[in-house]
Structure formats: structure tokens, C-alpha cells
């Protein structure tokens, strides 16, 4: 095969290993949030510890950062090399 064709099926595999990517990077962006809600609809009173006490605070921070890093590495293997 001449090194300037395409292997067969490679855009497929590259379309699939993308989606995979778009919808890990959905999960890790919206779960937290969706967890927070329904936390805070089923009993109120369990996150206010997360937003009103000095410990809660930095843990959200701490994970607000992570969420941002993860996101961010995948943004960087969404970038597709030809």
C-alpha cells in the first residue's frame, strides 16, 4: 500500500475515537453539576457546608480545578494530527 493512501476505515476509527472524547468530556463537565442539583433538591441542607464553611470552599475550588484540568486534557486529545 503506498504511504500516501489512507488505511482503510481510518476516518471511521478517528469519527469514534472523537465522539468517545466529546462524550467523556460531557460527562466529566455536567455530572458534577447534575449531582450538586440534585443533591440540593433532595436534602437542601447537605451542601451548605460545600459553599458556606472555609473547608467547603476550597474543596469546591479544589474541584472546580480538577473539572477544568480534565476538560482541558481532552481538548487536547480531541486535536486530531493528519
Do not use: C, E, H
Amino acid at each position: 500500500m503506498d504511504s500516501n493512501t489512507p488505511q482503510p476505515g481510518l476516518n471511521d476509527r478517528r469519527f469514534s475515537r472523537r465522539a468517545a472524547l466529546r462524550l467523556g468530556g460531557l460527562v466529566v463537565g455536567l455530572l458534577p453539576v447534575i449531582v450538586l442539583l440534585a443533591f440540593s433538591l433532595i436534602q437542601p441542607g447537605y451542601t451548605d457546608a460545600l459553599f458556606y464553611d472555609p473547608t467547603g470552599q476550597m474543596i469546591l475550588k479544589a474541584a472546580i480545578g480538577m473539572d477544568f484540568m480534565a476538560l482541558m486534557s481532552i481538548r487536547y486529545m480531541l486535536k486530531v494530527d493528519y
